[in-house]
């Protein structure tokens, strides 16, 4: 077979370019046909460029080993040529031998410096090392010398998501689209990046197109389900996870998925069935560790959940959200102190995540530290926060008990206003506006929390009490008897029953109750405050 001349070569060249537009704008039909036709032209004008198209062919089969065989072979022909080269390099990097790849790449810069396919090359697997940054200055060399490399803006706009600057990464993904309407991988990927700022309806949109594109990828109706999940629709996600495993059941991010959607379902016990799968298939997916924590928390299990974090972070050490939640799990066992060394650890990973600041706040607050919990829950308020009513509600909580009864008030009003149907800040704007003798405008806030939950107990009964301060006393006695029929038979229902029986002025009935209940109950709390109470607001035997 001869070897052609470098006119020739240039011309084989742009078949293989032409080959790679087709493919990559969704073409593949046509992009097969042409690759046929280069192949068969290149075995009449150059041997290393035959061997190319062969190992070209090869690779849309997913034979990259054979393929490498091949490239080495036309190498040994052409061992100066950069377009080989950068070909072996892209070749290697599909087996994920990138420090290889890496440096097949620098000597088919040597030799064409200016190649917009070789700096992109490079920079793919200089991500994949991660090394984002270097990969990204790779990608911005491609650009400069092909603005409308798409590629090029896609995989940039992969290393800007994994450096956590997801508004970048959208922006590349946008120019990618613009450029590419029919690239798949960037519709997913601006998808994934919406879903990461909460941008569920617009993250489904984009997963629509992808799966217009390639109606049987398992990945894409994965992602569409943690979107549909994202929007409360569990069922419709939990369908989406099983089209995916009904298309490929050894996807792991898919099995655990579906167990976080049956988790936000309240179908706990079978989550941790699916997490269990999850983990069978891909044992370090720390993702898995950790949505298994978060089950098991949501059981009371947590013990339990305390190992799968640590399993999660033996795998991610980096991963702020397991450090959160571990931190969540010890607080709930009490053990505040190292709760908050916990969620200082995942801060310090990620200095903007208002969860941890929040929670931080909380534990804060169970040690009676609340200026430092108020400081958390206005850092919580400064960054983007998904649940920025509850954080106003908890931030109104600290004021109260910092005595700064006239911002807790307006801290309530700013949670009603993000969450109009959140009764607890109903409740306690209306209990701070009693402590501000504001009688008549905390009766409104008492009514807006029992249309909301009209078998809320502490409402009916402080509601009865505002009546009364304002010496409305038969409307206060309908209140506490509402209060009354809402009560339960266990010992704190039982002690608030005689707490009601004394704003009801049945005095001895009240003392009967409650001494009655601290003999039987002689180890609760609650019983025992309210026993003390009642005993020295009615003379009787206080200890």
Request: aromatic share 10%.
């Given at each position: 077979m001869q070897t052609a001349d470098a006119a020739t070569i240039a011309q084989l060249r742009e078949l293989s370019f032409k080959i790679n537009e087709l493919y990559g704008y969704g073409q593949r039909d046509q992009a097969l046909d042409l690759l046929q036709e280069a192949l068969e032209q290149s075995e009449k004008q150059d041997a290393a460029y035959a061997l190319f198209f062969q190992a070209k062919k090869l690779e849309y089969d997913g034979d990259h080993k054979q393929a490498e065989t091949l490239l080495r072979q036309a190498l040994d022909l052409r061992s100066a040529d950069p377009y080989l080269l950068k070909n072996l390099g892209t070749c290697l990097s599909r087996q994920n031998r990138d420090n290889e790849a890496v440096g097949l790449f620098d000597l088919a810069m040597e030799l064409n410096p200016k190649d917009s396919r070789t700096w992109l090359g490079k920079g793919?697997?200089?991500?994949k090392l991660g090394r984002e940054e270097e990969a990204?200055?790779?990608?911005?060399?491609?650009?400069?010398?092909?603005?409308?490399?798409?590629?090029?803006w896609r995989q940039k706009g992969v290393s800007c998501l994994e450096l956590?600057?997801?508004?970048d990464a959208l922006n590349c993904y946008e120019r990618a689209l613009e450029l590419n309407p029919?690239?798949?991988?960037?519709?997913?990927?601006?998808?994934?990046?919406?879903?990461?700022?909460?941008y569920w309806e617009e993250a489904l949109d984009a997963y629509g197109r992808a799966l217009d594109l390639e109606p049987d990828n398992h990945i894409a109706w994965c992602e569409k389900g943690v979107a549909l999940s994202g929007l409360g629709r569990e069922k419709e996600a939990i369908a989406c996870f099983d089209k995916a495993l009904d298309l490929d059941p050894e996807d792991a991010n898919a099995w655990r998925q579906k167990g976080v959607s049956l988790s936000c379902s309240d179908q706990e016990e079978e989550a941790l069935e699916y997490f269990d799968k999850a983990l069978e298939l891909h044992v370090e997916d720390f993702d898995a560790w950790r949505q298994k924590g978060v089950t098991l928390c949501a059981l009371d299990r947590q013990e339990e959940a305390l190992?799968?974090?640590?399993?999660?972070?033996?795998?991610?050490?980096?991963?702020?959200?397991?450090?959160?939640q571990k931190g969540v799990a010890l607080s709930q066992l009490g053990h505040e102190a190292q709760a908050l060394e916990h969620f200082d650890k995942c801060l310090s990973l990620n200095p903007g995540d208002a969860r941890a600041w929040r929670e931080?706040?909380?534990?804060?607050?169970?040690?009676?530290?609340n200026e430092g919990a108020l400081h958390c829950y206005e850092q919580a308020l400064d960054v983007v926060d998904s649940e920025a009513s509850y954080t106003w509600y908890l931030k109104g909580l600290a004021l109260l008990e910092l005595d700064r009864q006239d911002e807790a008030v307006a801290a309530f009003d700013q949670a009603i206003a993000l969450k109009p149907d959140d009764s607890d800040a109903w409740f306690y704007k209306a209990r701070t506006l009693v402590d501000l003798n504001r009688g008549e405008e905390a009766l409104v806030c008492f009514d807006r929390t029992l249309d909301l939950v009209p078998e809320d107990y502490e409402a009916w009964r402080?509601?009865?009490?505002?009546?009364?301060r304002l010496d409305r006393k038969d409307e206060a006695q309908k209140c506490f008897?509402?209060?009354?029929?809402r009560l339960g038979e266990d010992p704190e229902d039982l002690a608030e029953k005689a707490y009601v029986l004394y704003k009801l002025f049945r005095e001895d009935e009240a003392a009967d109750l409650i001494r009655d209940i601290r003999h039987r109950f002689p180890h609760s709390d609650h019983v025992e405050n309210v026993y003390q109470f009642l005993a020295g607001a009615l003379g009787f035997g206080k200890d």
């Open positions: 793919v697997s200089l991500s990204i200055s790779h990608y911005d060399r491609a650009l400069e010398f092909n603005p409308n490399n798409y590629n090029a956590g600057r997801v508004r029919a690239d798949f991988h960037s519709w997913l990927d601006k998808g994934i990046t919406l879903a990461e700022l909460d190992e799968a974090f640590d399993k999660a972070l033996e795998y991610n050490p980096l991963d702020y959200h397991t450090w959160r931080k706040g909380i534990s804060l607050s169970h040690l009676d530290d402080d509601k009865g009490q505002a009546l009364a008897e509402g209060a009354m029929d």
